[in-house]
């Protein structure tokens, strides 16, 4: 495999301003129009383009780097999560005082566990898929012995194996589902409340427990994106990415997962969903960090083919702006790492 540097993986700024310049962000600093940084290692600059009382959830665009011109809906309390530019507008105190009363109500976690016997239906039911699969995937001419290293080495899909997966989930009624999971998730899994929906559909499957925030979306079940679709299109995408997967002759997949702070980095809890990625060049960035970066942790590990939700490979956006080798993982609360 190949050594990228750093800046041949992310984009950067290295002659951004220093951070004496900005302040850290408050609820009061929601209005639209103030600009500000994501706390990340290379502080993307962002620009606040909504506030939404009903749903708790403000509005920012991303102004730079890979995800230029997205825009990312995020929960009132985690605005400490960004700097704003010293001197920039603040909320009227009524305004502000209606949001913190937004976030009292909002601000409350939610579990759901998991049941074994679901968690057996659902093993079946995947179990189910992938033969249709397999049958699906031999119809679309896909060969029956694939080889991912290349990819892997390039950080970027195949798009002859993309388009078989992207017709077989059209087949089922899936493909629009799948590419705006896809989308939301390589751009920003917890913007708005698309993955967290299917996240307590995963659970109710019991595929992994649910920890995280009460919904805030009331429509969040409702029409295309109802549970008895989302469950569908867990438990069909599931199936399409390991009888993939399977044809390299592999039964496990070595991931990577790194992280970098400023404070003591401890073990990534359990989520629904996990980001891995097959180079190590892309785990050796993230290890890396920035310039404000004091720990880092980078783990290693061999991962069964069944617990593949979709990757890189096979995924056409998780190749769109970011070269990252990515796989989706279902999450696992008994791995320490991933």
Known sequence: MGDPSQADIYASAPDSDPDSLYEPAAIGHLVIGNRGRLLDARRTPVAITGVDAASGLFEVEILAFEDAGAHWRVPF????????????????????????????????????????????????RIGSERRVMERALDAAAVPPSLDAGGCIDRRTGDETVASAVHAILSERGLADMDDAFARRYVSNPWSGELVKGHAIVLAELGLCPYRGKIVRDDGLFEGAWSKERRAEHLIVRSALTQSVWVRTGMVSVTLYRAAASDRPTLPPPPTSFMSATFSRPVAEAHFAGGPTSRFAVMYRQSVPLHRLFMTFWETSAMSAQYREAEAVLIGDPESAGL
Request: proline share 2%.
């Open 77 to 124: 309390e985690e605005v400490s999560r960004f700097q704003v530019a010293r001197g920039c507008d603040r909320a009227e105190a009524r305004a502000i005082g209606e949001y913190e009363a937004v976030v009292a109500r909002l601000d409350r976690e939610m579990w759901v566990d998991c049941d074994p016997h679901e968690r057996a239906r659902s093993s079946r």
